[in-house]
């Protein structure tokens, strides 16, 4: 005889039941998308644990963060080529963060 199940356990296990008979019996595996959405909500309930989030606010920090670290690994290849290295190292990322024009963002210029 199975285990009693509450309700809703009860309910869970039924679509996974459903989504395994899906289609023409054969199981299809869903593409995963990365992001760095749960890392970005971890950091903002570090620093402002009462807010939240939309997926429209969550979607363009991750294109952010994506942004980001696209630039600077082309900057430490740039620096890797012009230094005549097949490896970038922690010494090109560094450099190509302080050479990286986006650490400016949000500063107000004094006229």
């Known amino acids: 005889m199975p285990p009693?199940?509450?309700?809703?356990?009860?309910k869970?296990?039924?679509?996974?039941?459903?989504n395994i008979s899906k289609g023409d019996g054969k199981k299809r595996k869903a593409k995963r998308k990365e992001s760095y959405a749960i890392y970005i909500y971890k950091v903002l309930k570090q620093v402002h644990p009462d807010t939240g989030v939309s997926s429209k606010a969550m979607s363009i920090m991750?294109?952010?963060?994506n942004d980001?670290?696209?630039r600077?690994?082309?900057e430490a290849s740039?620096?890797?080529?012009?230094?005549k290295r097949t490896?970038?190292?922690?010494?090109?990322?560094?450099?190509a963060v302080r050479l990286s024009p986006?650490?400016?963002v949000g500063q107000a210029r004094s006229v």
């Open 4 to 10: 009693k199940t509450s309700g809703k356990a009860a």
């Open 12 to 18: 869970k296990a039924g679509k996974a039941q459903k």
């Open 62 to 65: 991750n294109s952010f963060v």
């Open 68 to 70: 980001i670290f696209e």
């Open 72 to 74: 600077i690994a082309a």
């Open 78 to 83: 740039r620096l890797a080529h012009y230094n």
């Open 87 to 95: 490896t970038i190292t922690s010494r090109e990322i560094q450099t």
């Open 102 to 104: 986006s650490r400016r």
